[in-house]
């Protein structure tokens, strides 16, 4: 009996094993062949766009975008504007989660209601007022309107606030006893030990900064300031003159992922770590 138990339970994790790595090629396969189009002439990732070895290894596409395109820029500007916003996402989401979580004062839970109900409206509705505060405050077609509007996300403010909340008050006691002030107590006792929370909070502002298309579009028609978002857009578009081009944006797409695909690995395992040790004896 107990054999008979042991197969079958070899076999049921066989057999998710066998569902997960078929989930996993599902997923994987699109991105693989992205790549090796990317490295095909235009004529073969027409006619053989399924096949994953080129007939004939180029890497023409990657070369036009650096020395026929303004690639180069775009990639430019879409750090500087990705990084500045992370930056401004974690500052003052942690800050406002904060005090969400821990100080007293009076409208709190209304305020948090307001948080939690903006993450509800689609970002397409508030297009058309963001460009008119955009011009109004001469921010249009400059780095700033780019920037500040997207310095602060409801979705940030949430995570951190439930973080900051199951983190136990008698850490912030110990601080306030030893003569802490609540922001020394915030900056340099609890943030620390909010790792997970920031780490999820930098990929996702990045994330989101980084494949940002509507909001780029009403605040700047500058080409100087265009995106990655936006040039490769413009490049699905035929941007850069007839035919397919199938090789071009499969290799813009492909430069576009890397970043984000490092970011993950980087701070994964950061994601995954539970803050422990906190507590004063």
Known sequence: MRHRRG??????????????????VVYVFPFVLQLANSFKTDSEASLA?????????????????????AFPRWFANSVIVAVAVTAGRVLFGSMAGYALARLEFHGRQ?????????????????L????????????????????????????????????????????????????ASVLRTYWSVVLPMA???????????????????????????DPALVN????????????????????????A????TIPMAILFFVFQRRIMNASTGAVKE
């Open 253 to 256: 797409a492909t430069l576009m």
């Open 49 to 69: 766009g399924m096949s994953l070895l080129p007939d004939t290894w180029t890497t023409a596409a990657y070369r036009t975008l650096f020395t026929g395109s």
């Open 228 to 251: 990655l978002t936006k040039g490769v857009a413009q490049l699905v578009g035929g941007g850069l003159g007839a035919g397919n081009q199938y090789p071009l944006k499969l290799a």
């Open 7 to 24: 197969t079958a339970t070899g076999s049921a994790h066989w057999i998710v094993f066998a569902l997960l790595l078929a989930m996993a």
């Open 110 to 126: 209304a305020i948090f209601a307001f948080v939690v109900g903006v993450m509800a409206v689609p970002g397409v509705v508030l």
């Open 195 to 221: 790792r997970p929370a920031l780490m999820s909070v930098v990929i996702l502002s990045f994330q989101g900064s980084w494949n940002e298309l509507s909001h780029f579009i009403v605040a700047s028609s």
């Open 128 to 179: 058309i007022p963001k460009f008119l505060v955009i011009r109004e405050l001469g921010l249009y077609n400059s780095y700033l309107g780019l920037i500040v509007p997207l310095l602060v996300d409801a979705s940030g403010v949430f995570i951190m606030k439930n973080f900051f909340e199951s983190i136990p008050r008698a850490v912030e006691e110990a601080a306030y006893v030893d003569g």
